[in-house]
């Protein structure tokens, strides 16, 4: 069993930071992608931002120059810096991993629980 416990959320004013984290625990041999995703009020969830086990990055045009996604060299934590932050990025944050839990097998789906950002004055 994998699991995916994520942390950081909070309260922040307009132009303030935050810095979530994901950590993965559990039996499995490699976590190739770890993404996170957002859901905000009455939205749908999108993808933020994502990393691969070689360190490359991509993230979603509503947060480029402002996030950054890094993590450990497992791939089973990561830290997505978030800067600038707005009313707009206000959403409950999902961490999601794609992990293999035999070598050179295909990959299951997990996800977090979620961490509420509220960004607001």
């Known amino acids: 069993q994998v699991q995916l416990v994520e942390s950081g959320g909070g309260l922040v004013q307009p132009g303030g930071s935050l810095v979530l984290s994901c950590a993965a625990s559990g039996s499995f041999a490699s976590i190739p992608v770890m993404r996170w995703y957002r859901q905000g009020p009455g939205k749908q969830r999108e993808m933020v931002a994502d990393i691969g086990l070689d360190g490359d990055t991509d993230y979603a045009d509503s947060v480029k120059g402002r996030f950054t996604l890094s993590g450990n060299s497992a791939n089973d934590l990561v830290y997505l810096q978030m800067n600038n932050l707005k009313p707009e990025d206000t959403a409950v944050y999902y961490c999601?991993?794609?992990?293999?839990?035999?070598?050179?097998?295909?990959?299951?789906?997990?996800w977090g629980r979620g961490t509420q950002v509220t960004v607001s004055s």
């Open positions: 999601n991993a794609q992990v293999a839990i035999v070598p050179g097998t295909f990959t299951h789906d997990y």
